[in-house]
Structure formats: C-alpha cells, structure tokens
C-alpha cells in the first residue's frame, strides 16, 4: 500500500526550475519572496517541491523571471542540464 500512496503523490507533483532561474539572475530567497509579498521559507518550499503554488502564484513567478510559466513549472521532472 504505501508505494501506491507514493506514486499518488508523485502524479500530483509539481517541479519547478525555481532555484536555477534565481541563481542565473542572481536574485536571493528573500528577494523573490519580496518581490512576489510572500514569506522567504515559501520560496524554499516551492524550491523543494514541499509546497505547489496556486495557478495565480505560479503565473506571478512565471511574470517575475519574464518567461512562460512552463519554463518554471512542469507536471514531469526537467531533464539534467549537461547530463
């Protein structure tokens, strides 16, 4: 029983390219979180992928790094840069 749990879980997860699109721009937690009027642990748990963000959150986010909100967010893992 608990593997099904788990792959519930997983198909609910959310991925996100959050931590790599901050350090390209150079932009703390705690910036983003300011910019977007939410707390800095919120960012990390986006981060994480222990939190999903609301549909209006994740187009906030999208806005923020000025790309589609599919650049940020994907329903599947992102394939590894460079490997």
Not at 17 to 40: F, K, P
Not at 62 to 82: D, H, K, L, N, W
């Amino acid at each position: 029983m608990p593997t099904e749990k788990k792959k519930a879980a997983n198909a609910e997860a959310i991925y996100n390219r959050i931590a790599m699109l901050r350090a390209e721009r150079d932009v703390s937690r705690r910036q983003l979180a300011e910019a977007l009027g939410v707390h800095y642990q919120t960012v990390g748990y986006l981060e994480r992928g222990e939190y999903s963000p609301s549909l209006h959150l994740a187009l906030r986010i999208a806005r923020y790094f000025e790309v589609p909100v599919e650049v940020v967010f994907s329903t599947e893992p992102f394939p590894r840069i460079g490997g």
